[in-house]
């Protein structure tokens, strides 16, 4: 999904660690941190995500079948509920909170909603005091339907929201198709939940991993380590390249990065042939991300593991030399480890 410099693709709080003089401690990351480079002012498209309150009924219900694509009779949808249908109904007619407010596309889904927000023109109050006047309308239009929240003042969604900014040229059709293709997610990740799994921990010597994807990926006896170097001639990346696409013909899993151009040609060479990848990454997982594009069919056939250390940051800025070095390090230790087996936590 396309994003902001500031959040991912949930509005829920999310964690990760850090080191601290040598002690592990825990961030917790909030939902009210915004890009501080950006006018909420200014004209300006955003997917803006709310998240449902705990306590109140859900939006909706799944139905359809994820094997049907998008735009079949029989293709995953949310049959909305009345809670839901208050919700949509607002985000169709979000110009009645400004003027200047349009709506390109929405989904109302189970447990959250999410809206792509195209504010035409500046506005006088920055896009925060807008949301919240949205949201308070769709809970005042609940409590005429529900009278049994009102009394303790229970709000239609959790606080604060996620704004992901629409940045790059090509950004918007990414955004729709997030958009339009949230039910069949939800439907490929309820059908097939043992290649979505978060919460799986790693420990390699004195190493510890954290993963999300296939975890039986780890238990394959066979794998090995794609680094391509920058002083290859074509006729030995060519030869590498054979090498590598015979073994995960046979059943090998590819381990790396994948950073350079190269190592990218031999990734996309070993899954047209329907191999399988354990993709290093520098950042972490975070606790509400689920993979997009790609990645997400990937994972609905099984087919990746994304690994990273425990101490990754949720975000980063390119890769240097150094970091470049260190990923390929534990690409080479997970891809010699033989079978791998993962700890996953269970949450409380």
């Known amino acids: 999904m396309p994003d902001s410099s500031h959040s991912g693709d949930s509005p829920v709080p999310s964690r990760s660690s850090s080191v601290d003089n040598g002690k592990r401690r825990v961030i917790h990351h909030s939902m009210n941190r915004r890009c501080h480079h950006n006018d ?25 079948d994820p094997s049907f694509p998008n735009g079949h009779p029989d293709a995953p949808r949310i049959i909305l509920s ?11 007619n979000v110009h009645e909170i400004n003027d200047n407010f349009e709506r390109i596309r929405s989904v109302v889904m189970p447990d ?8 035409k023109a500046p506005t006088k109050r920055k896009l925060g005091k807008y949301i919240g006047i949205l949201k308070a309308k769709i ?51 309820r059908k097939y939940p043992d290649f ?3 919460g799986i921990s790693i420990r390699l010597d004195e190493f510890e991993y954290e993963a999300y994807g296939n975890p039986f990926l780890l238990q394959k006896p066979f794998r090995f380590q ?13 030869a590498h390249l054979a090498d590598w696409l015979s073994m995960a013909k046979h059943g090998g ?40 594009g790609r990645f997400f069919d990937l994972c609905a056939e099984g087919r990746l593991l994304m690994i990273n250390e425990r101490e990754a940051p949720e975000y980063s800025k390119g ?29 409380k």
């Open 139 to 189: 809970t005042t239009d609940m409590w005429k339907q529900f009278p049994q929240y009102k009394p303790a003042k229970i709000s239609a969604f959790a606080k604060n929201y996620n704004d992901s900014i629409l940045l790059r040229e090509g950004q918007l059709e990414v955004m729709k198709k997030y958009i339009e293709d949230n039910p069949r997610r939800l439907a490929i990740r």
């Open 40 to 64: 909420y002012t200014g004209k300006r498209i955003y997917m803006i995500t709310f998240l449902k309150a705990p306590e109140v009924p859900g939006f909706g219900s799944l139905c359809g």
């Open 319 to 347: 890769l240097n030399r150094e970091e470049a070095m260190r990923m390929n390090f534990h690409s080479e230790k997970i891809a010699s480890a033989g079978v791998i087996h993962p700890i996953f936590r269970v949450k």
């Open 82 to 92: 009345d809670m839901g249908r208050i919700i949509d109904r607002w985000l169709y």
């Open 196 to 198: 979505f799994t978060r």
């Open 253 to 292: 899993i590819a381990v790396s990065p994948f950073y350079s151009k190269r190592e990218k040609e031999v990734r996309d060479a070993i899954l047209e042939q329907g191999g399988s990848l354990i993709y290093v990454r520098k950042v972490c997982v975070k606790e509400r991300e689920k993979p997009v």
């Open 226 to 238: 794609v680094m391509v170097r920058s002083f290859w001639t074509d006729e030995e990346y060519q």
């Open 112 to 119: 959250h909603a999410h809206f792509i927000l195209y504010v």
